[in-house]
């Protein structure tokens, strides 16, 4: 395959989660990551479908979901999650894990998976909770020296 057929990618947009209220996630997202200000909010009457774009200040996107019917999803672990193929848990990156992670879980994050060192040595990561079992990654990324 040449180079001229791989499309550009500008960069990842956001992630996007089904939730069981919007208006509860709307303000956890707020309240527990900084998630403000909102970029778009929109329905799809024929769906039953009430959607929202939340950006925190560092520019990072998530679009919430809420549909009439959708079924609850639970992944308290993050290894069993690990079990199932798809999307399982989305990442935001912290200068201060410790810190992040205290200051979460105290906003009201589900403790999960407390910080701990990756695998390669230096990076560290831990994991939180949302109110619907969505997993969420926190990572240091420290150099490698």
Do not use: C
Not at 1 to 25: T, W
């Amino acid at each position: 395959m040449s180079s001229n057929s791989v499309p550009e990618v500008l960069g990842f947009d956001h992630a996007a989660l089904s939730v069981s209220d919007l208006e509860r996630s709307h303000r956890f997202y707020a309240d527990v990551f900084g998630f403000n200000r909102v970029e778009d909010d929109f329905r799809m009457p024929d769906h039953g479908l009430h959607g929202r774009v939340l950006i925190n200040p560092a520019g990072v996107r998530i679009e919430l979901f809420e549909q009439h019917g959708s079924q609850p999803h639970q992944r308290l672990d993050p290894t069993v999650a690990a079990m199932q193929q798809g999307w399982f848990q989305f990442a935001l990156s912290t200068k201060d894990i410790a810190a992040s992670y205290a200051r979460v879980v105290a906003a009201g994050a589900a403790p999960l998976m407390a910080p701990r060192t990756a695998p390669d040595g230096h990076t560290l990561f831990a994991f939180v909770g949302d109110p619907d079992g969505n997993l969420v990654e926190l990572l240091e990324r420290r150099p490698v020296t």
